[in-house]
Protein backbone atom coordinates (compact mmCIF):
# COMPACT_ATOMS: atom_id res chain seq x y z
CA UNK A 1 0.00 0.00 0.00
CA UNK A 2 2.67 3.06 -1.44
CA UNK A 3 -0.48 5.55 -0.81
CA UNK A 4 -1.20 5.90 3.10
CA UNK A 5 -2.76 9.49 3.06
CA UNK A 6 -6.26 9.24 3.17
CA UNK A 7 -6.80 6.08 4.36
CA UNK A 8 -8.21 4.77 7.46
CA UNK A 9 -6.27 3.11 9.87
CA UNK A 10 -7.41 1.53 13.58
CA UNK A 11 -4.91 0.52 16.52
CA UNK A 12 -5.64 -1.73 19.25
CA UNK A 13 -3.62 -0.51 22.79
CA UNK A 14 -3.30 2.48 21.06
CA UNK A 15 -3.54 4.48 24.49
CA UNK A 16 0.45 4.03 25.23
CA UNK A 17 3.32 2.11 23.58
CA UNK A 18 3.76 1.03 20.35
CA UNK A 19 0.29 2.08 19.77
CA UNK A 20 0.11 5.23 20.58
CA UNK A 21 3.52 5.49 18.40
CA UNK A 22 1.66 3.77 15.26
CA UNK A 23 -1.07 5.61 15.84
CA UNK A 24 1.10 9.03 15.86
CA UNK A 25 3.00 7.63 12.63
CA UNK A 26 -0.46 6.84 11.00
CA UNK A 27 -1.72 10.34 11.74
CA UNK A 28 2.14 11.84 10.28
CA UNK A 29 1.21 10.11 6.87
CA UNK A 30 -2.09 12.10 6.75
CA UNK A 31 -4.41 8.85 7.94
CA UNK A 32 -7.31 9.03 9.80
CA UNK A 33 -6.97 6.73 12.86
CA UNK A 34 -9.32 5.23 15.17
CA UNK A 35 -8.17 4.79 18.62
CA UNK A 36 -8.99 1.76 20.79
CA UNK A 37 -7.64 0.85 24.41
CA UNK A 38 -9.27 -0.18 27.29
CA UNK A 39 -7.04 2.25 29.83
CA UNK A 40 -9.79 4.71 28.94
CA UNK A 41 -8.37 8.04 30.63
CA UNK A 42 -4.41 7.26 29.09
CA UNK A 43 -6.94 6.97 26.07
CA UNK A 44 -8.60 9.90 25.94
CA UNK A 45 -5.60 11.49 26.76
CA UNK A 46 -4.19 10.38 23.42
CA UNK A 47 -7.12 11.22 21.31
CA UNK A 48 -6.54 15.00 22.78
CA UNK A 49 -2.78 14.71 22.05
CA UNK A 50 -3.09 13.96 18.29
CA UNK A 51 -5.95 16.14 17.51
CA UNK A 52 -4.46 19.13 19.09
CA UNK A 53 -1.71 18.38 16.66
CA UNK A 54 -3.75 18.35 13.73
CA UNK A 55 -4.93 14.80 13.35
CA UNK A 56 -8.21 13.26 12.06
CA UNK A 57 -8.10 10.42 15.12
CA UNK A 58 -11.69 9.42 17.17
CA UNK A 59 -11.27 7.08 20.02
CA UNK A 60 -13.28 3.60 21.44
CA UNK A 61 -12.91 2.12 24.40
CA UNK A 62 -12.42 -2.02 24.04
CA UNK A 63 -11.54 -4.99 25.50
CA UNK A 64 -9.94 -7.04 22.61
CA UNK A 65 -11.01 -9.86 24.84
CA UNK A 66 -14.77 -9.43 23.66
CA UNK A 67 -15.38 -10.17 20.70
CA UNK A 68 -18.88 -8.46 20.99
CA UNK A 69 -16.32 -5.16 21.76
CA UNK A 70 -14.19 -5.82 18.58
CA UNK A 71 -17.24 -6.15 16.41
CA UNK A 72 -18.59 -2.79 17.72
CA UNK A 73 -15.51 -1.19 16.95
CA UNK A 74 -15.41 -2.35 13.82
CA UNK A 75 -18.97 -0.73 13.13
CA UNK A 76 -17.68 2.10 14.83
CA UNK A 77 -15.20 2.52 12.65
CA UNK A 78 -16.93 2.00 8.93
CA UNK A 79 -19.97 4.68 10.72
CA UNK A 80 -17.35 7.12 11.70
CA UNK A 81 -15.05 7.04 8.43
CA UNK A 82 -16.85 4.93 5.54
CA UNK A 83 -13.93 2.65 5.51
CA UNK A 84 -10.88 0.35 7.33
CA UNK A 85 -8.06 -0.17 5.56
CA UNK A 86 -5.05 -0.77 7.92
CA UNK A 87 -5.61 -2.69 11.09
CA UNK A 88 -3.25 -3.01 14.18
CA UNK A 89 -3.90 -6.06 16.10
CA UNK A 90 -1.41 -4.53 19.11
CA UNK A 91 -3.14 -4.38 22.18
CA UNK A 92 -1.20 -6.80 24.91
CA UNK A 93 -0.56 -7.89 28.01
CA UNK A 94 2.40 -9.82 29.69
CA UNK A 95 2.36 -11.69 33.23
CA UNK A 96 5.55 -14.21 34.66
CA UNK A 97 5.77 -16.43 37.35
CA UNK A 98 6.35 -20.19 37.61
CA UNK A 99 4.87 -21.89 34.64
CA UNK A 100 2.51 -24.57 37.10
CA UNK A 101 1.91 -21.93 39.63
CA UNK A 102 -0.03 -19.47 37.37
CA UNK A 103 -3.28 -19.66 37.70
CA UNK A 104 -6.41 -19.80 35.13
CA UNK A 105 -7.12 -16.43 35.60
CA UNK A 106 -3.64 -15.55 34.41
CA UNK A 107 -3.77 -17.97 31.50
CA UNK A 108 -7.43 -16.85 30.78
CA UNK A 109 -6.52 -13.35 30.67
CA UNK A 110 -3.14 -12.90 28.75
CA UNK A 111 -4.35 -15.42 25.96
CA UNK A 112 -7.60 -13.15 26.14
CA UNK A 113 -5.68 -10.45 25.26
CA UNK A 114 -2.86 -11.59 23.06
CA UNK A 115 -4.03 -13.91 21.64
CA UNK A 116 -7.98 -14.03 20.94
CA UNK A 117 -7.85 -10.23 20.68
CA UNK A 118 -6.36 -10.54 17.56
CA UNK A 119 -8.67 -13.42 16.40
CA UNK A 120 -11.53 -11.54 17.22
CA UNK A 121 -9.99 -8.62 15.19
CA UNK A 122 -9.50 -10.75 12.34
CA UNK A 123 -12.66 -11.96 12.40
CA UNK A 124 -14.58 -8.24 12.34
CA UNK A 125 -12.31 -6.62 10.19
CA UNK A 126 -11.11 -8.65 7.73
CA UNK A 127 -14.69 -9.58 6.02
CA UNK A 128 -15.22 -5.60 6.03
CA UNK A 129 -11.32 -4.93 4.12
CA UNK A 130 -12.87 -8.19 1.43
CA UNK A 131 -15.89 -6.63 0.69
CA UNK A 132 -14.31 -3.16 0.07
CA UNK A 133 -11.87 -4.69 -2.84
CA UNK A 134 -9.31 -2.14 -1.86
CA UNK A 135 -5.75 -2.30 -0.89
CA UNK A 136 -5.97 -3.18 3.11
CA UNK A 137 -3.16 -4.33 5.33
CA UNK A 138 -3.25 -6.46 8.76
CA UNK A 139 -0.35 -6.14 11.41
CA UNK A 140 -0.48 -8.75 14.27
CA UNK A 141 1.79 -7.65 16.91
CA UNK A 142 3.50 -10.62 18.03
CA UNK A 143 6.98 -10.21 19.63
CA UNK A 144 10.35 -11.69 19.42
CA UNK A 145 9.28 -13.77 22.11
CA UNK A 146 7.12 -15.24 19.61
CA UNK A 147 10.37 -16.84 18.01
CA UNK A 148 11.81 -17.91 20.94
CA UNK A 149 11.32 -18.55 24.22
CA UNK A 150 12.31 -17.28 27.87
CA UNK A 151 11.98 -18.62 31.32
CA UNK A 152 8.92 -17.20 33.62
CA UNK A 153 7.06 -16.03 30.60
CA UNK A 154 5.28 -19.04 29.38
CA UNK A 155 2.40 -17.73 29.20
CA UNK A 156 3.32 -14.83 27.05
CA UNK A 157 5.42 -16.82 24.72
CA UNK A 158 2.79 -19.37 24.63
CA UNK A 159 0.17 -16.01 22.87
CA UNK A 160 3.05 -14.63 21.02
CA UNK A 161 4.16 -17.93 19.04
CA UNK A 162 0.37 -18.67 18.32
CA UNK A 163 -0.01 -14.80 17.13
CA UNK A 164 3.07 -15.73 14.42
CA UNK A 165 1.27 -19.35 13.47
CA UNK A 166 -2.39 -17.21 12.83
CA UNK A 167 -0.37 -14.49 11.01
CA UNK A 168 1.77 -16.89 8.69
CA UNK A 169 -1.77 -18.55 7.65
CA UNK A 170 -4.15 -15.70 7.25
CA UNK A 171 -1.09 -14.26 5.11
CA UNK A 172 -1.46 -17.73 2.78
CA UNK A 173 -5.11 -18.05 2.55
CA UNK A 174 -5.14 -14.26 1.58
CA UNK A 175 -2.69 -14.76 -0.75
CA UNK A 176 -4.14 -17.72 -2.52
CA UNK A 177 -7.46 -16.25 -2.92
CA UNK A 178 -6.09 -13.26 -4.67
CA UNK A 179 -7.19 -10.81 -2.11
CA UNK A 180 -5.56 -6.90 -1.69
CA UNK A 181 -5.60 -7.94 2.15
CA UNK A 182 -1.79 -8.23 3.55
CA UNK A 183 -0.17 -9.54 6.20
CA UNK A 184 2.68 -8.78 8.64
CA UNK A 185 3.28 -9.68 11.94
CA UNK A 186 5.43 -7.43 14.29
CA UNK A 187 8.33 -9.24 16.34
CA UNK A 188 10.09 -6.29 17.94
CA UNK A 189 12.86 -7.23 20.55
CA UNK A 190 12.32 -5.45 23.94
CA UNK A 191 11.06 -2.16 23.94
CA UNK A 192 10.46 1.01 26.28
CA UNK A 193 6.61 0.48 27.14
CA UNK A 194 4.29 0.05 29.95
CA UNK A 195 4.24 -3.72 29.40
CA UNK A 196 5.43 -4.59 32.55
CA UNK A 197 2.66 -2.52 34.40
CA UNK A 198 0.05 -4.97 32.43
CA UNK A 199 -1.98 -5.42 35.80
CA UNK A 200 -3.07 -1.70 35.63
CA UNK A 201 -5.30 -3.10 32.91
CA UNK A 202 -6.32 -6.55 34.39
CA UNK A 203 -10.63 -6.34 34.58
CA UNK A 204 -12.10 -7.19 38.25
CA UNK A 205 -13.49 -10.28 37.17
CA UNK A 206 -9.50 -11.77 35.79
CA UNK A 207 -7.72 -10.84 38.84
CA UNK A 208 -6.61 -13.65 41.62
CA UNK A 209 -8.08 -13.97 45.09
CA UNK A 210 -4.35 -13.36 46.27
CA UNK A 211 -3.40 -10.69 44.12
CA UNK A 212 -4.54 -8.02 47.23
CA UNK A 213 -1.79 -9.79 48.95
CA UNK A 214 2.03 -8.50 49.03
CA UNK A 215 4.21 -10.17 45.90
CA UNK A 216 6.70 -12.56 47.27
CA UNK A 217 10.12 -11.03 47.26
CA UNK A 218 11.31 -13.28 44.44
CA UNK A 219 8.84 -11.60 42.32
CA UNK A 220 9.18 -8.41 43.19
CA UNK A 221 13.24 -8.71 42.60
CA UNK A 222 11.75 -10.08 38.99
CA UNK A 223 9.46 -7.62 38.28
CA UNK A 224 12.27 -4.49 39.26
CA UNK A 225 14.48 -6.45 36.81
CA UNK A 226 11.78 -6.85 34.14
CA UNK A 227 11.07 -3.33 34.65
CA UNK A 228 14.37 -2.61 34.09
CA UNK A 229 15.22 -4.30 31.08
CA UNK A 230 11.90 -2.59 29.73
CA UNK A 231 13.24 0.91 30.06
CA UNK A 232 16.52 0.43 28.14
CA UNK A 233 14.58 -1.33 24.98
CA UNK A 234 14.03 0.35 21.63
CA UNK A 235 12.36 3.54 21.23
CA UNK A 236 8.45 3.12 20.09
CA UNK A 237 8.80 5.18 17.81
CA UNK A 238 11.30 3.49 16.08
CA UNK A 239 9.01 0.32 16.00
CA UNK A 240 6.60 2.18 14.67
CA UNK A 241 8.35 3.75 11.71
CA UNK A 242 9.32 -0.19 10.69
CA UNK A 243 5.42 -0.70 10.64
CA UNK A 244 5.13 1.50 8.31
CA UNK A 245 7.74 0.80 5.92
CA UNK A 246 6.30 -3.03 6.04
CA UNK A 247 2.97 -1.51 5.05
CA UNK A 248 4.31 0.34 2.27
CA UNK A 249 6.57 -2.56 0.85
CA UNK A 250 3.65 -5.54 1.84
CA UNK A 251 6.51 -7.36 4.31
CA UNK A 252 5.33 -10.05 6.53
CA UNK A 253 8.21 -9.84 8.92
Same mark, same amino acid.
Given at each position: ?28 ? $? ?89 ? $? ?132
Amino acid at each position: MKELKGKVAVVTGAASGIGRAMAGRFAAE $GMKVVLADLEEDALKRTERELKAAGAAVTAKRTDVSRSEDVEALARFTVDTFGAVHVLCNNAGVGVGGVTWQNTLKDWEWVLGVNLWGVIH $GIRAFVPVMLEQGDECHVVNTASGSGLHTRPWLAMYCASKHAVVALSESLYHELALTGSKVKVSVLCPAVVNTRIGESERNRPVDARNEEAAGVPSQQMQVMEQAFRALLAKGLPAEEVAEHVVEAVREERFY
